[in-house]
């Protein structure tokens, strides 16, 4: 079977779920295109603004896709590339696309209130402190993964590794020149973009060979410097020449995959039972970012809610983007599957998903004449220095969260835990420690704590539409399944991690909370009480 | 069709954000740190008793188009890591 | 440089009369002065059969005098910013900055910091002109705090020049636009520059003396020792107190003479508790205050 097939299937899937399930939920929920947004009841000149639907949805999707729906169904594909791809559909149309159009909805409708305030007048305090806990627990999993999966591609492939130092150096050079020196935008761009395709050639002529353990130490160094480092010296000069090596990296796949046109090779479905894990439950966390991920609520009510110009939008904006990333989540399934289950198998080990992914793309770009060991590293380096980047952020927003939460001090003075660097230090340790655990055992944690946070956004919009009197099992039956599945695979986590300290705290931790966002669930459905609210 | 042209480019337009992407993080930092400024000038309309209001009310001309969406911006200011989550673009 | 001096104490002890007097005193011995009335009664002009404003007008060979409003600046000021913004705004905008400007005209900190304002600018300008530049009254409260602190007023500009120097530099990153002058730190720049020369004159130089007026009571002596205190603490001197309405000698009946008593006593404290270079003891005179009088009391300086 071609694999081109799959990107056809998906695309029909999704394009009648669009028109007829996404138009069924805007029904349903009472979307109004003739009422004011807060865009525009709101404006305040900076976050509250209108944008084009279109416009809106582009950000929206460039905000929600990274690394997670590629690693995550690739990870998966030990079970086969059926029950995955199967449930990249489902999930997007059912669940993910349910929860991010929701998370959307439900914050426009609370004056583009960020979600973790509808939870708080939805569910209560409670519900709130909980979301910033998972929000930090889904942080530091982050950290520990994405940190794993780029030390496992440095070893993997070492000449991007070599590529990704030099990168660094370009992007500080970028910086200094761009911001501080008054150099044009365009002139750096071009210069920045000669001296990345100068390091991706330097890289293959000097892979940098270091062990997996002196990778990630340096990569926890380097996260601690670069999280705290002024936005202008690495984040953003990161962050812009980021952007061409993955539109590069894109086009170069999508063109690779339609000259190419692989077939699938690798067996639909292989079992039930593969090494210590069941197809139930770790399917779901394992693909996670692919299908639903709770992340994508907090861009939805953090900034898009403020932006959307029209109701009418929400749909386009929230369900759209989560189809869109859906097929984002194909193309990293076929690069898995159009290759037989040994080679699958070999790459996995040797190098983690990323190794996977881009030996396939590498692979597909040889049908146009690139070079496969400089496709390889490249699309390594692109992978790579995205992740890295998402590190920095993910680390920052860890530390502010960390500060936030433990600012208890009424006199005014700021207690020590809230001084950035020793709330910097305590995240890095902690997500560091983590990471040494290997992405095997972290990646399912990772799935399961985003899919607890994915369900407390679930619960907030049943409660909200419940509340006032709407239909609410579209949110409320994917949020039980989010449930069940993630409680079974805590509890099987927390047996296969019995000999570690480290993740068996992370396993129970989050099955504690996750049973106590439950007991939060039962209360807010049995309240009588019928806020109405609009 | 052309306006599915038109759209599809504003989605690029979107997606590929160029202008954000190589501005976006210091534009927040320049725009909170203005903020900041103006309540170190203007804080007595928040409530906060401050040493220089009266020297403040000098600047009002430079600063005082900003003033009223400022004084909204400002409204909800206690805990702010979700707004930061949405402008930090975690991608995970 | 001229020396510079606050008359501190409560109302109603006769700060108006003593500075006034004290002002005659040194400018009939020869030394230019200049007189600087906070009194909203215009004493002075009265005093002086002079229509005393807010410009410097001469009252005697040495002696001038120069009266402030502290309401009159505030709306002068406020006044000018409101004219300012009209020009450059909407008026849709203007309608929320009126609010914002009428809060600010009636608020007690606005008035305080016009006071406050004025003196340090007659400081300013005219220290090098005078021998003595003397103030009927102390800025109060924490207006008191500040020219004590001025350091305090200080940092506070600066924190705000650093703030907004930070937000052009983020600005410069953005764009091709560099080294633009900014229109608000020279504002501020100036402000600061300001506060800066006022300290210097008067703490860094040693011109500011303080002198306060008392009665010989319990209640006004304790509070004289603390606000003492506090300001020698800041080092600060206080050179004078005056003990102003001190009863005469000669009492005819039991009632006055108890009182004289006490009062005796109290003197005694004040030698004792709070120690000063100059202790002018000022009677309680037969008639109100008048240009003779004032004369009369002139002597005792």
């Known amino acids: 079977m071609n694999s081109l097939l799959l990107i056809l299937i998906a695309s029909v899937v999704f394009l009648v779920a669009y028109v007829t399930y996404g138009a069924y939920l805007a029904k349903k929920w009472g ?213 061409f090596l993955l539109y590069a990296m894109l086009i170069g796949g999508f063109v690779g995959v339609i000259f190419m046109r692989p077939a699938i090779q690798l067996a639909p479905v292989t079992s039930f039972t593969v090494g210590k894990s069941t197809l139930f439950p770790m399917l779901f966390v394992t693909v996670a970012c692919g299908a639903i991920s709770g992340f994508h609520s907090l861009v939805g009510s953090g900034t898009t809610a403020k932006q959307v110009d029209n109701e009418k939008d929400i749909r386009l904006v929230g369900y759209g983007s989560m189809l869109i990333e859906g097929i984002l989540a194909t193309l990293a399934i076929i690069t898995a599957s159009y290759i037989g289950a040994d080679k699958f198998k070999e790459l996995l080990g040797q190098g983690g998903p990323v190794n996977v992914f881009s030996s396939g793309i590498g692979d597909f770009m040889t049908s146009f004449g690139l070079p496969f060991a400089t496709g390889k590293s490249f699309v390594a380096l692109a992978i790579s220095a995205f992740a890295l980047t998402s590190l920095d952020t993910a680390t920052r927003l860890a530390r502010f ?34 990471a040494f655990k290997g992405w095997k055992a972290i990646w399912p944690l990772f799935g399961s704590a985003n899919q607890l946070l994915a369900a407390l956004a679930l619960l907030a919009l049943g409660v909200w539409l419940k509340q006032s009197g709407r239909e609410h099992k579209m949110a409320t039956i994917p949020m039980i399944f989010m449930f069940a599945v993630t409680l079974v695979a805590l509890i099987q986590l927390m047996f296969a991690n019995l000999g570690n300290i480290l993740l068996l705290f992370f396993s129970v931790a989050l099955f504690i909370l996750a049973i106590v966002l439950i007991l939060q669930a039962k209360a807010a459905f049995s309240k009588t009480a019928s806020i109405s609210k609009k | 069709m052309k306006e599915i042209l038109e759209n599809i480019r504003l989605f690029f337009v979107g997606a590929l954000d160029m202008q954000g992407k190589a501005h976006g993080h210091i534009e927040n930092e320049a725009s909170d740190t203005m903020d900041q400024f103006m309540l170190l000038c203007f804080g007595d309309l928040l409530g906060i008793d401050l040493p220089t209001t009266y020297y403040a009310l000098e600047l009002l001309p430079y600063l005082g188009e900003d003033l009223v969406k400022w004084n909204m911006r400002m409204s909800d200011k206690k805990s702010i890591w979700e707004e930061k989550a949405g402008k930090l673009d975690i991608d995970p | 440089m001229g020396k510079i001096i606050f008359f501190g104490g409560k109302g109603g002890v006769g700060k108006t009369s003593c500075s006034t007097a004290f002002a005659l005193s040194k400018a009939r011995s020869g030394l230019k002065t200049l007189l600087v009335s906070t009194d909203p009664a215009h004493s002075i002009s009265d005093l002086f059969h002079c229509q005393i404003e807010h410009k410097i007008t001469q009252l005697e060979a040495n002696l001038f005098g120069v009266e402030v409003n502290p309401e009159r600046e505030s709306n002068a000021y406020i006044t000018k910013i409101r004219k300012n913004l009209h020009s450059i705004m909407s008026p849709i905008i203007m309608e929320e900055l009126n609010k914002q400007l009428d809060a600010a005209s009636v608020s007690p900190g606005t008035h305080e910091s016009a006071l406050f304002d004025k003196m340090i600018e007659i400081i300013i300008d005219t220290s090098k002109d005078f021998d003595y530049i003397v103030f009927d009254t102390a800025p109060t409260g924490h207006t008191l705090r500040l020219l004590s602190l001025p350091e305090m007023l200080g940092a506070w500009m600066d924190s705000l020049i650093a703030k907004r120097k930070k937000t052009l530099t983020f600005k410069s990153m953005l764009s091709k636009d560099k080294g633009i002058k900014d229109p608000i730190i020279e504002i501020l720049s100036k402000r600061r520059n300001n506060l800066t020369l006022a300290r210097k004159i008067m703490i860094d130089g040693e011109n500011l003396q303080f002198i306060f007026v008392l009665n010989a009571e319990k209640m006004p002596i304790e509070e004289t020792k603390k606000a003492v205190k506090m300001l020698r603490s800041y080092g600060i001197k206080v050179t004078s107190l005056v003990v102003n309405k001190i009863l005469p000698n000669e009492n005819s009946d039991d009632f006055w003479k108890d009182k004289k008593v006490k009062e005796t006593r109290y003197l005694k404290i004040i030698e004792e508790e709070i120690p000063v270079d100059n202790l002018y003891q000022i009677p309680l005179f037969k008639f109100d205050m008048d240009e003779y009088t004032i004369n009369e009391m002139a002597e005792y300086f």
């Open chain 1, 31 to 243: 979307i109004d295109p003739s009422r004011k947004t807060p865009a525009h009841t709101m404006n305040d000149g900076v976050d509250y603004m209108p944008a084009k639907a279109p416009v809106l949805l582009g950000h929206h999707f460039s905000s929600i896709a990274g690394a997670g729906p590629i690693v995550g169904p690739i990870g998966a594909a030990i079970f086969g590339w059926v029950p995955v791809f199967l449930w990249i559909l489902i999930g997007s149309v059912f669940f993910g696309g349910v929860h991010d159009m929701g998370a959307l909805f439900s914050s426009v409708r609370h004056d583009g209130k960020s979600l973790g305030e509808v939870i708080g007048v939805t569910i209560g305090k409670n519900g709130k402190k909980l979301f910033a806990i998972f929000a930090w627990l889904t942080l530091l999993l982050v950290i520990a993964a994405f940190t794993n999966i780029v030390a496992n591609t440095f070893v993997a492939v070492p000449e991007a590794a070599t590529a990704s130092v030099l990168f660094i150096a370009v992007a500080i050079v970028f910086g200094i020149f761009v911001y501080r020196q008054g150099v044009s935008l365009a002139i750096g761009s071009i210069i920045g973009v000669a001296l990345l395709i100068l390091s991706i050639y330097l890289g293959t002529l000097f892979p940098l060979q270091l062990g997996k353990t002196a990778w990630m130490i340096i990569l926890l160094g380097y996260i601690f410097v670069a999280s705290v480092t002024p936005v202008w010296i690495l984040l953003q000069p990161r962050d812009y020449l980021n952007s």
């Open chain 1, 401 to 434: 969260i960390f500060q936030e939460f433990f600012d208890v001090s009424g006199e005014g003075q700021p207690s020590p835990l809230t001084n950035r660097y020793v709330s910097t230090c305590i995240t890095v340790v902690l997500g560091g420690g983590l």
